[in-house]
C-alpha cells in the first residue's frame, strides 16, 4: 500500500510511489532533465487529484524535490496555469513547454502568450517537435 505523503511520480495516470527509486535508476543512464509530460490530463483525469485538494500539490512537492536530490532538472509538458506558477518554488524545475503537441497545419509557431509568461517565472519556454517534410513515411500518424 502507498502512503501518499511520500514521494510520487505519476506514469500513465495511475499514482506511483517512489520518486526517488525513478531519479536513481535514471540517474544512472545518464538522464539530466526529467520531462513530465501530459500534465493537464494526469491531474484533471486522476480521481485522486480532484478528489484532494492537496494530492497534487504534493506530488508536484516530491516530484521536484526528488529530481533535485538526483541534482537532476524538470521540464513541465502541457503544463496548466498552476504548474507554471507552482515552479517558482521549485528550483530543479527550469523549463515548460509553450505548445501544444505538434500537429502540422495547427498554428504549433504561436507561442507569443505563452513564452513570455514562462520567461518571466524563470523558466525556459520551449516548443514540440516539428517535423521538416509533409511526408512523413516512418509515421503511422502523419502519412
Not at 486522476?46 to 508536484?60: D, E, G, P
Not at 505563452?114 to 517537435?129: E, H
Request: glycine share 6%; with cysteine; net charge negative.
Amino acid at each position: 500500500m502507498c502512503d501518499l505523503s511520500v514521494h510520487l511520480c505519476i506514469c500513465a495516470s495511475v499514482y506511483v510511489c517512489s520518486g526517488d527509486f525513478l531519479f536513481t535508476q535514471a540517474k544512472e543512464w545518464g538522464l539530466r532533465v526529467y520531462e513530465q509530460d501530459w500534465l493537464d490530463d494526469q491531474f484533471l483525469y486522476v480521481r485522486q487529484a480532484q478528489a484532494n485538494v492537496t494530492v497534487a500539490q504534493r506530488w508536484l512537492d516530491g516530484l521536484a524535490a526528488g529530481a533535485a536530490r538526483h541534482d537532476l532538472f524538470v521540464q513541465l509538458c502541457m503544463p496548466m496555469p498552476r504548474h507554471v506558477l507552482s515552479s517558482v518554488a521549485y528550483p530543479a524545475v527550469t523549463q515548460a513547454r509553450a505548445t501544444g503537441d505538434f500537429e502540422p497545419n495547427t498554428g504549433q509557431w504561436r507561442v507569443g502568450y505563452t513564452a513570455p509568461l514562462l520567461a518571466a517565472l524563470g523558466l525556459a519556454p520551449l516548443k514540440d517537435t516539428f517535423w521538416t517534410s509533409s511526408e512523413q513515411t516512418i509515421n503511422s500518424y502523419y502519412t
